[in-house]
């Protein structure tokens, strides 16, 4: 009896030590679909937003910051001059140089809402374009992924987006029009998760 006990014993530690290590290997070293997921799934987050829009005009360059709730929406600072609050069923505007307030259709602002993580990420992904790469970002290993935009705009066609493989955060967003030319580039800075944003932020 005590031998079957042993030997049962024997049979089921290698079993559950190869479970455990499959646990920790997942928590611990996500696969690129699993980053990408967790990202997409975010429910708050803090970060710092630099839109490079390009055009046969020239180059132009828009800082902003955003805040992310999955429950709320999303706020977006443009400096101290205005303000954009995302919801489902508009965007809030409040614009302190002319001292107003007024709601747009979401369909008016398909530019500054690629950058929502949740949003970009539910665009249909190219499976075949993940990737890790570091050239692009200088020594950053980076997740690399390209995006169908569906936006019904030329100019903003297909995106390739670029997650830190080791912060598990994004990097940048550039997106490309129909003909294949960079028109956007969007650049993260300071992001970060966090556990809760004040739902002030978020008030119309």
Request: some cysteine; overall charge negative; glycine content about 4%.
């Amino acid at each position: 009896m005590k031998k079957k006990i042993i030997l049962s014993l024997l049979l089921i530690i290698p079993f559950i030590s190869i479970l455990i290590v499959i646990i920790f290997r997942g928590f611990l070293m996500p696969s690129n679909e699993e980053i990408i997921k967790s990202l997409k799934n975010i429910n708050y987050y803090e970060t710092k937003v630099e839109y490079i829009i390009r055009n046969d005009r020239g180059e132009e360059t828009e800082e902003t910051t955003q805040y992310y709730s999955s429950e709320e929406g999303v706020r977006v600072e443009f400096g101290d001059d205005r303000v954009k609050i995302y919801k489902n069923d508009g965007i809030y505007v409040k614009d302190n140089i002319s001292n107003t307030e007024y709601v747009i259709d979401v369909s008016m602002d398909y530019l500054h809402s690629i950058a929502f993580m949740n949003k970009i990420l539910s665009c249909p992904l190219k499976s075949d374009s993940l990737k890790e790469g570091q050239e692009e970002w200088g020594d950053t290993i980076y997740i690399q992924v390209d995006a169908e935009l569906f936006l019904q705009n030329d100019h903003l066609n297909t995106a390739r987006i670029f997650i830190d493989k080791k912060n598990k955060a994004p990097i940048g967003i550039v997106i490309y029009d129909k003909s294949g030319k960079e028109t956007v580039r969007i650049i993260y800075k300071d992001f970060n998760k966090v556990k809760e944003i004040d739902s002030d932020k978020f008030s119309t």
